[in-house]
């Protein structure tokens, strides 16, 4: 058994998520993660299936984000839809981000604003969190890439999420 520190909000999180008394964290984890399932490796033909990831390819080939021109509400649908994807994950690769001075994201709107000048946070419709607004397209394109890479989402939907995302 290994020990690992996390923050205060991961931890009363993971708790919040026990169903019975005495359930550990490791089995919280491990529920929430699916982790009791084979894991892919890049060499299952699974993986190869663009149907893999149903929720991405549905969003990017949607009316609602093709037509949509905003990169901030391009950004938004696709925060909503990782998060959508597994709440848990999301959550997990959300709080380990942020910048050297700014918070990315986090479950208030006031947290990103005491994080950082004209952070213009706007919320993540159908989510607990926030994210700020006010960053460049190469930042944005970053936070994007680092959720789903810590999601454990494949290389080439991470890249066709990345080129989808830019109009």
């Keep these: 058994m290994k020990t690992i520190e996390i923050d205060e ?17 490791s089995s919280i984890l491990r529920r929430l ?14 993986l190869a299936k ?16 093709t037509n949509e021109k905003s990169i901030i509400s391009r950004f938004l649908l696709l925060l909503g839809a990782l998060y959508n994807y597994n709440p ?3 959550s997990i690769a959300a ?3 942020h910048g050297s001075k700014r918070q990315y994201l986090a ?18 419709v159908g989510t607990p969190y ?3 607004s006010n960053t460049n397209t190469a930042r944005k394109l970053h936070i994007i890439e680092s959720i789903m890479s810590d999601m454990g989402i494949s290389e080439s939907m ?10």
């Design 88 to 90: 848990a994950l999301f």
């Design 33 to 46: 993660l699916n982790f009791n399932q084979p894991l892919l490796t890049k060499a299952d033909p699974i």
């Design 9 to 25: 909000e991961l931890y009363q999180f993971i708790a919040g998520q026990t169903k019975h008394i005495g359930e550990d964290a």
């Design 95 to 97: 709080t380990s981000l």
């Design 50 to 65: 663009e149907n893999h990831y149903p929720i991405f390819n549905d969003l990017l080939t949607s009316d609602t984000f």
């Design 158 to 167: 991470i890249n066709q999420v990345i080129h989808a995302f830019l109009p």
């Design 107 to 124: 479950k208030d709107k006031q947290s990103l604003e005491t994080s950082g000048k004209n952070t213009k946070p706007r919320e993540i």
């Design 130 to 132: 926030w994210v700020i």
